[in-house]
């Protein structure tokens, strides 16, 4: 979170699936600024814990990403999260044609091999200014697998700069 905010007090800030709100705990904990922030979640439950936590300038918004991102005018400077790993074939109908849509838009190729965690790169690329930044928890299939091709593509066009960063250890569950 610190290197996305990098000592900005005005940035318009996504937490594109925010669960319990991991993310937002740690802007109220470390006392980041920002202008604002907005925590979208699907989950019921998830999005009312999230909603729970005291941060000034924060909208929890309990909805579907993919329809969130086809929705929105708004633009943002940060996304940072942990997007959801789920397949498409475990994807509710409306989710699979809301995330064709993002494909589609970023003219892309959606397929039945697609990860959730894919669209949700794809789509807050799309919601960010011209200079803003994207730093999100990815599986390291990005780098191998064939169905992430055309995302490596798309990234190393749409970004002036990628950083990664690995870990030796497991550092989720």
């Known amino acids: 979170m610190k290197w996305g905010i990098n000592g900005s007090s005005d940035y318009e800030i996504l937490e594109p699936s925010c669960g319990d709100g991991v993310f937002l705990e740690q802007l109220r904990e470390n006392n980041h600024k920002f202008k604002s922030v907005t925590a979208i979640e699907f ?3 998830e999005a009312e814990k999230a909603e729970k936590i005291k941060l000034n ?4 918004i309990n909805t579907d ?3 969130y991102c086809n929705e929105t005018t708004q633009r943002f400077d940060l ?27 970023a003219k892309l190729k959606y397929s039945k091999l697609t990860n959730a965690w894919v669209s949700f790169v794809v789509g807050s690329s799309l919601l ?10 990815i599986p390291a299939e990005l780098l191998q697998v064939s169905y992430a091709q055309q995302l490596r593509e798309f990234l190393a066009h749409f970004y002036n700069k990628i950083n990664i960063i690995s870990f030796e250890k497991v550092g989720f569950p």
Not at 91 to 103: C, D, L, M, Y
Not at 128 to 137: A, C, D, P, Q, W
């Open 57 to 60: 300038n924060k909208d929890v």
């Open 128 to 137: 960010l200014k011209e200079k803003g930044k994207i730093g999100f928890v």
């Open 65 to 67: 990403f993919h329809l």
């Open 43 to 45: 989950d019921d439950v």
């Open 79 to 105: 996304v940072v999260g942990n997007p959801p790993y789920i397949r498409y074939q475990y994807f509710q109908e409306e989710q699979q044609n809301e995330a064709i849509k993002v494909f589609n838009r």
